[in-house]
């Protein structure tokens, strides 16, 4: 949460904090399965929005500030992701 | 240390003093023998900076921009087509709050091409968020800069600034300058310390985005920065004053206005032919006063109606023109005194565009003029005072 403090000094902001969130432009997302995924962290280096985060065994994404542009996607070597449209049915059932 | 500077040169001085860190410039007439000044202090060893040489005035402040977050003191200069090659980044510097000193060597804007000085370019630039001074002298220009650095980096300022020099009139005309020992600057003015920095261990971002929630607040913060600094540009003013014996009267400048039925409003050098015209109309018994406006933003209103309230005609000369309106400042200044209760008549003329000298003759010419209108009130009519362009 901003404070008037954080307001008074222009929108330079200590990170995490960050005013806007992208993710809303998005028209499509991408859906990680997790069976193909070994934490390789290629998608973590090509991802122009730093939405994935290393995990124990797998990556994890978060989407807030995805705008779906589908490079992890791409570079993904084991075709763990997969680009689905948001809102479709393929995005319900690949999600489930 | 007196030396026999020009305005150009007073302006290094001040860059190498304040112990700038980071210079970005791109050269234009008549700014560019300022960072050419610098780059050779750099060169010859005597200024411990880095020279950023880059490919426009638009990636100038760019640099100077991204060199300012790292938490370092950064300078840049420009004129005329440069500054508004600088437009969008002018925005961009002053509304992520970040403190910047720039010297402005004013100069008209194309077509017709000109390289002479006027002030279209600065004022084209009011509403960008910079604070904009304009200095009389080239001693005034150097001891201005020491003040902006202390201005733009004050806590409830954090707001860049505009130093703005007639180009040729001040940039390149000598004059005696008092140039300050550097222990008596850096007792002045201590080292740049941001509160927050690029760093690697405390993490920041820069110019966040804001959706419609939040960039009405940080603008409406902005405001109140810039508005504050009318305050701050005083009170730097008067420490200025204690620490090197000299000041300029912090927002405005004021001349014989005490007692004045008719006050010219000026900005810049040409403050120094009004005050001899002043002088010799005095003389000759006549009631007239000068303001010189050092802060054309934040715009000091109270100062203004507190010295103009009194005054019966208030003439400005403007050396700019909003084109299908007037000259920019006599609107102002027409805006800061409409609900006085007593409202001076204001008259604005234009003049000095494009490097046109204003003469003495001239300046008493638009005294006698106002004055002729006093006269006509006294003896009972209506007060009219048309204003004039010089053609």
């Known amino acids: 949460m901003l404070t008037e403090g954080d307001l008074r000094k222009g929108p330079n902001l200590a990170t995490p904090l960050l005013s806007t969130t992208t993710g809303s432009w998005r028209l499509v997302r991408p859906v990680l399965n997790p069976k193909r995924c070994n934490n390789c962290l290629t998608c973590w280096l090509f991802c122009p929005e730093g939405c994935f985060t290393r995990g124990e065994s797998i990556v994890s994404l978060n989407l807030d500030f995805c705008k779906g542009c589908g490079i992890c996607v791409a570079e993904c070597p084991r075709e763990a992701l997969t680009l689905v449209e948001e809102g479709s049915n393929d995005a319900r059932l690949s999600e489930r | 240390m007196r030396a026999y500077l020009n305005g150009n040169e007073a302006v290094a001085a001040a860059v190498k003093l304040a112990r700038t860190e980071v210079v970005a410039a791109y050269p234009i007439t008549p700014q560019s023998t300022i960072v050419e000044k610098i780059a050779e202090y750099i060169a010859a060893g005597s200024m411990e900076a880095d020279y950023i040489r880059v490919e426009s005035e638009h990636a100038a402040l760019a640099a100077c921009y991204g060199a300012a977050v790292t938490g370092t003191r950064v300078f840049t200069a420009t004129s005329s087509q440069g500054l508004a090659y600088m437009f969008e980044m002018l925005h961009y510097v002053s509304g992520c709050r970040v403190p910047m000193v720039m010297a402005v060597a004013n100069r008209g804007l194309a077509a017709p091409w000109t390289i002479w000085a006027d002030h279209q370019d600065a004022v084209a630039c009011r509403d960008t968020g910079w604070i904009q001074l304009y200095v009389e002298t080239a001693q005034e220009a150097l001891d201005t800069c020491l003040q902006a ?243």
Do not use: N
């Not at chain 2, 804001?210 to 701050?232: H, M, R, T, W």
């Not at chain 2, 000369?317 to 005194?337: I, M, N, P």
């Open chain 2, 149 to 391: 650095y202390k201005i733009a980096a004050h806590p409830e300022v954090l707001t860049p600034v505009m130093v703005c020099l007639d180009g040729y009139v001040l940039s390149h005309t000598e004059e005696i300058v008092d140039v300050p020992d550097q222990e008596a600057v850096d007792r002045f003015l201590p080292s740049y310390r941001p509160e927050y920095s690029v760093d690697t261990q405390r993490p920041y971002v820069f110019g966040v985005g804001a959706g419609p929630d939040l960039y009405s607040a940080f603008k409406y913060y902005q405001q109140q920065a810039i508005l504050k600094a009318k305050e701050v540009i005083k009170e730097v003013d008067r420490e200025f004053q204690a620490h090197f014996q000299r000041s300029y009267g912090g927002l405005v400048d004021l001349y014989y206005c005490h007692d004045a039925s008719v006050v010219l409003v000026v900005m810049g050098a040409t403050a120094g032919t009004a005050r001899e015209v002043v002088e010799y109309l005095r003389r000759q018994g006549e009631a007239v006063g000068l303001l010189r406006l050092r802060s054309f933003r934040p715009f000091p209103v109270e100062d203004l109606r507190a010295a103009l309230s009194r005054a019966r005609v208030v003439a400005v000369l403007d050396r700019d023109c909003s084109f299908g309106y007037e000259g920019v400042l006599a609107t102002e200044v027409k805006a800061a005194l409409a609900d006085l209760p007593a409202q001076p008549q204001v008259a604005g003329f234009i003049g000095g565009l494009g490097g046109r000298d204003i003469s003495q003759e001239e300046l008493a010419g638009i005294f006698r003029h106002c004055l002729e209108a006093v006269r006509r009130q006294d003896r009972g009519e209506e007060l009219v005072v048309s204003g004039g362009w010089q053609k």
